[in-house]
């Protein structure tokens, strides 16, 4: 059966240093990938998504960037973190010719 | 461009009551994709059903059901006799009818079974 982890599932850090999140699923090849972020009480935003190795589409331009170096791993970085991006930040695959997201546990990070 | 609405930020509601979460949805496309989601206070979401624009069959499954009306732009989901564990927050999203297949989700409704 597919699995998808991410991790760390819990990250505090001061505005300027830099971010780390990945993503790995197994089980499929060749997945989708996507990085949401969820305000607190609001619904998903799509950062970035991904059909294969190194393609990557932003769908927000912003101070994240995301990167595929293997089928099924997918990475959001920062390169100094700003205050608004705080919140929790869901990974999910899909199939290509499926149409439901399958989410990873999320990782909630606190800018300060 | 691609909208949902979920009108019900929060409901609460008694134990073994029904309950309604509405979902009405906008997109200039012919083809595409319909999902309820559910987020637990854990936090990950999980998948609950996908329904395609062309097949508007409304489903059952166990105490969840789901109504599909493509000349409202409605898909809304009842839960009967609710049950605490029903407690959460459920989204839904309407997704592109393509490989890439962006989704954009409500804002979610939060709903509260109380014992």
């Known amino acids: 059966s597919q699995t998808i982890h991410q991790w760390p599932a819990t990250l505090v850090q001061p505005v300027g240093s830099p971010l780390s999140l990945e993503c790995t699923v197994e089980?499929?090849?060749?997945?989708?990938l996507y990085w949401y972020r969820q305000a607190a009480g609001r619904g998903l935003q799509l950062l970035f998504y991904?059909?294969?190795?190194?393609?990557i589409s932003s769908e927000v331009p912003q101070n994240l960037s995301a990167s595929r170096p293997q089928d099924r791993q997918f990475i959001l970085s920062s390169k100094k973190l700003l205050l608004s991006d705080s919140g929790f930040y869901l990974c999910?695959?899909?199939?290509?010719?499926?149409?439901?997201?399958?989410f990873g546990e999320g990782s909630r990070l606190t800018v300060l | 461009a691609q909208k949902v609405t979920q009108a019900q930020t929060e409901i609460s509601v008694v134990e073994k009551e029904d309950v309604t979460l509405d979902c009405v949805y906008e997109?200039?496309?012919?083809?595409?994709?319909l999902f309820w989601y559910k987020q637990p206070p854990s936090g990950e979401l999980v998948f609950l059903i996908r329904?395609?624009?062309?097949?508007?069959q409304n489903e059952i499954s166990g105490r969840y059901s789901w109504n599909f009306q493509k000349s409202t732009s409605s898909f809304n989901f009842t839960i009967t006799a609710s049950q605490v564990v029903d407690s959460a927050v459920y989204f839904c999203a309407l997704r592109e009818y393509t490989n890439a297949g962006k989704s954009t989700f409500g804002d979610g409704t939060t709903l509260t079974v109380k014992p």
């Open positions: 991904s059909v294969g190795i190194g393609q």
């Open positions: 329904r395609n624009s062309f097949d508007e």
């Open positions: 089980g499929t090849s060749n997945p989708n």
């Open positions: 997109t200039r496309d012919t083809t595409y994709y």
């Open positions: 999910a695959w899909s199939g290509q010719y499926t149409g439901e997201l399958f």
